[in-house]
């Protein structure tokens, strides 16, 4: 006789378990592809926010060189500013000192020569032209105590006329020699009176021809305070 057995009727624990590890089988592979989904999103979103970066730097720089394309900053401050050509030789500049003085210098190609423009912290304020060996040749200034000057140098940077304008309304105008020394002084005083300055020469005085001289006419007059007298050299 052939022995059948009953089918064994399986477990109930068992079974459990199974469906168990079939459904965190199945979680774990949905948590993998989510991950390697999150994973993708970040990379994308590093890269754009690194081309944001980017772009925002570039503009900040072209916006700091040349300022915002269409637009037009209301106030730029600075302590400095200097001014090149486009060899790159300074030109001017425009600077504020530490006595607190303002000046503005302009300057030619390939020269000491140009223009100065200044503010003393004294209140005193004045223009300066330069030759191109860089010695002042005319000033216009206005000084604390509201005198007005106008002074002419030759080339060797001495002072030959100044003409001036002081408070309370006289007004002087002299010459000086290739010295330096005052020679002749008009002008019309506060109360307006005009006058007439000259020194006076003094006794026995032995001229020296001057080289430069010799070339010019040898009945040139001379003034000698208020008495004409021609005299030869």
């Known amino acids: 006789m052939t022995d059948v057995r009953p089918e064994a009727t399986p477990d109930p624990l068992l ?18 592809r989510e991950n390697r989904r999150l994973r993708r999103i ?32 209301d106030v730029i ?17 425009w600077a504020a000192a530490d006595d607190g003085s303002m000046r ?14 200044s503010v003393l912290p004294g209140g005193a304020s004045g223009i300066t032209v330069r030759d191109s060996a860089g010695r002042s040749r005319a000033v216009l200034g206005l000084l604390p105590d509201q005198t007005v000057s106008m002074l002419f140098a030759d080339e060797n940077g001495t002072t030959r006329t100044v003409l001036s ?8 105008l002299v010459f000086a020699d290739r010295s330096g020394s005052a020679k002749v002084g008009m002008g019309v005083d506060a109360r307006g009176q005009s006058t007439l300055t000259m020194p ?30 021609p005299s030869r050299r």
């Not at 079939?22 to 993998?32: K, N, P, Q, Y």
């Not at 503005?104 to 020569?113: D, E």
């Not at 006076?200 to 208020?226: M, W």
């Open 15 to 32: 079974r459990q378990m199974r469906e168990l590890e079939r459904g965190l089988t199945i979680r774990t592979g949905e948590l993998e």
């Open 104 to 117: 503005l210098q302009l300057q030619a190609p390939g020269t000491k020569a140009g223009l100065s423009l």
């Open 165 to 172: 304008l002081v408070r309370g309304g006289a007004s002087t």
């Open 200 to 229: 006076d020469p003094p006794e026995n005085r032995v001229e020296t021809p001057d080289p430069q001289e010799s070339g010019r006419a040898d009945s040139a007059p001379q003034t000698t305070g208020s008495e004409k007298a």
């Open 42 to 73: 970040w990379m994308g979103t590093l890269v754009s926010v690194a081309l944001l970066l980017g772009l925002a730097t570039a503009l900040v720089i072209v916006a700091a060189r040349h300022g915002l394309p269409g637009t037009v900053a």
């Open 77 to 93: 401050e600075a302590r400095q500013f200097m001014l090149r050509d486009k060899s790159g030789t300074i030109r001017g500049s």
